[in-house]
T-cell receptor, first 117, second 115 residues
Framework: GENVEQHPSTLSVQEGDSAVIKCTYS??????FPWYKQELGKGPQLIID?????GEKKDQRIAVTLNKTAKHFSLHITETQPEDSAVYFC????????????????FGKGTHLIIQP | DVKVTQSSRYLVKRTGEKVFLECVQD?????MFWYRQDPGLGLRLIYF???????EKGDIPEGYSVSREKKERFSLILESASTNQTSMYLC??????????????FGPGTRLTVT
């Protein structure tokens, strides 16, 4: 099955600086890579995703890059703000089960992003 | 807005009790999932279902079972709760289009403590 490694486990940056979180995956057949943000007391929420037919995707201050050859993808947050403080998870599809339904996700262990004022 | 609700935010049970965690989604999604979240381990898939009465094991199904009698409802069952099942349990759902994986919508989670 898929294995997803995420680094770092904790990241502290000054407000206004950029933050980068990196993930690697093991299954070269994986084709969908979402990033989730989890705020305290809430379930994870999708913030951006990328499919394997593109190398980069941007949404305002957030971007995701994908390197299929190296099997890694990264989340970039620019001009960080206090509300960016949260735990971020990367994920990749578990794999196609015999039932043919949509995949569950294998998650990285998470990065606690701390924005220092 | 998609809404995924879970029956309890906090639950305290005793070792050996049978525990039911309920999840309901209101977007007519085919797929539903149960994960557990533990510090330093991230989210791990327990079971999922891609249709009524259908279920598939995830990465850590031992000690759990599931039930999906209606499309909108997916239940996680701990037949005999143990202390190592103390955790945060998250339910998620997603629609399905052939050959594609889509955004999973998560509920707020149930924090279960087994004493």
């Amino acid at each position: 099955g898929e294995n997803v490694e995420q680094h770092p486990s904790t990241l502290s940056v000054q407000e206004g600086d950029s933050a980068v979180i990196k993930c690697t995956y093991s299954d070269s057949a994986s084709n969908y890579f979402p990033w989730y943000k989890q705020e305290l007391g809430k379930g994870p929420q999708l913030i951006i995703d990328i499919r394997s037919n593109v190398g980069e995707k941007k949404d305002q201050r957030i971007a995701v890059t994908l390197n299929k050859t190296a099997k890694h993808f990264s989340l970039h947050i620019t001009e960080t703000q206090p509300e960016d403080s949260a735990v971020y998870f990367c994920a990749a599809p578990v794999g196609t089960y015999s039932g043919g339904g949509a995949d569950g996700l294998t998650f990285g262990k998470g990065t606690h992003l701390i924005i220092q004022p | 807005d998609v809404k995924v609700t879970q029956s309890s935010r906090y639950l305290v049970k005793r070792t050996g009790e049978k525990v039911f965690l309920e999840c309901v989604q209101d977007m007519d999604h085919e797929n539903m999932f149960w994960y557990r979240q533990d510090p330093g381990l991230g989210l791990r898939l327990i079971y999922f279902s891609y249709d009524v009465k259908m279920k598939e094991k995830g990465d850590i199904p031992e000690g759990y079972s599931v039930s999906r009698e209606k499309k909108e409802r997916f239940s996680l069952i701990l037949e005999s709760a143990s202390t190592n099942q103390t955790s945060m349990y998250l339910c998620a759902s997603t629609g399905r289009l052939a050959g594609r994986t889509y955004e999973q919508y998560f509920g707020p989670g149930t924090r279960l403590t087994v004493t």
